[in-house]
């Protein structure tokens, strides 16, 4: 049983997105480091095929190496579609997007290049397009749904670019999903309680990164369990209520506030293998939305 997380505004933006299409050339998906499956829009997938697709693995500074190199081999490039993964904190990538954009641009006399920026609320769309516009034209900020409607950026260059709200699909299917989209901040912190994304987190950083957890809540004694863990984290960083009582949710704030950060350290949330092994389990349900969004 998956979230059930679409807004009204939300399906609004991506009815917007879809009736924009027609005028749109080239299309620049954002996807996060951290959760490459999990922050890939099924509904963009499939209007992208239709378009030149440029998919940027963004947050890459964020995501452990390791794995972004395994799902940079398991995400392979079509004609249409090239894939680079993407650190938007130094702009080192934004001479090659912008070279990608220009080679896939078509001759259309008179009218600019028209690339629609999209991607999952907070994954970095307006960041990208200040760092290609190389001057502040879009809001930003470290939290879901900044940008509330399409804004349109004309370069120099004849390239149009169009800033568009984030988007989530109807139903994520995939339980999982929707923890991993709330941990690395996607979803609004109002969705679901710290204390439930941080039990989840937790059990991952666990058995995947319990290295990372000693150095920065330094134990001397390894937290076996997620509550132990938020216990822990808890007592260290002075979260106690009433009678002493150790207050889950601050201490589970904290956490998950760490973990986006990167404070914890260069954390990815799922591999292709789990992710290969969770989908087994899954059955699509994309019709259902696509086609309410007049997709076929
Ligand atoms: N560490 C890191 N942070 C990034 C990167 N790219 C963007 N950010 C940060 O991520 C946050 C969200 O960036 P935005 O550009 O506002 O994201 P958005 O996709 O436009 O978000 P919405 O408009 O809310 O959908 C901001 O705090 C950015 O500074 C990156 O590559 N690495
Ligand atoms: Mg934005």
């Known amino acids: 049983m998956g979230i059930h997380w679409y807004p009204g505004h939300m399906y609004k933006a991506t009815k917007a997105m879809i009736e924009l299409l027609p005028q749109v050339d080239i299309i620049i998906e954002l996807i996060d480091a951290r959760i490459p499956y999990s922050s890939s829009n099924p509904v963009i997938a499939k209007i992208a095929k239709e378009k030149a697709c440029i998919r940027i693995i963004n947050k890459a500074d964020l995501a452990d190496p390791k794995i972004t190199a395994l799902w940079r081999k398991n995400i392979n490039d079509t004609k249409c579609i090239k894939t680079l993964s993407c650190d938007l904190g130094t702009k080192e990538q934004i001479p090659q997007i912008m070279n990608l954009c220009c080679s896939l641009s078509v001759n259309k006399i008179g009218q600019p290049t028209v690339v629609l920026v999209v991607g999952i609320p907070n994954v970095g769309k307006s960041t990208l397009i200040n760092a290609l516009a190389g001057r502040r034209v879009a809001s930003t ?54 204390e439930e994304v941080a039990i989840f987190a937790a059990r991952y950083l666990l058995d995947n990164y319990p290295k990372y957890l000693k150095r920065r809540f330094i134990f001397s004694d390894m937290p076996l369990t997620e509550s132990d863990l938020l216990d822990h984290i808890g007592i260290k960083r002075g979260c106690l209520g009433a009678g002493g009582r150790i207050d889950r949710e601050r201490a589970a704030t904290i956490f998950i506030n760490e973990l986006r950060s990167g404070a914890i350290g260069k954390i990815s949330l799922e591999t292709p293998e789990l992710i290969d092994q969770e989908s087994l389990h899954l059955k699509p349900s994309l019709t259902e939305i696509t086609g309410a969004l007049g997709v076929k």
């Open 141 to 194: 900020g470290d939290e879901p749904a900044v940008t509330k409607g399409q804004q349109r950026v004309n370069l120099r260059n004849g390239i149009m670019l169009i800033d568009t709200p984030g988007i989530l699909w109807g139903k994520v299917e995939n339980e999982s999903s929707s923890f991993r989209l709330a941990a690395t901040g996607a979803i609004k912190n109002t969705v679901m309680t710290y």
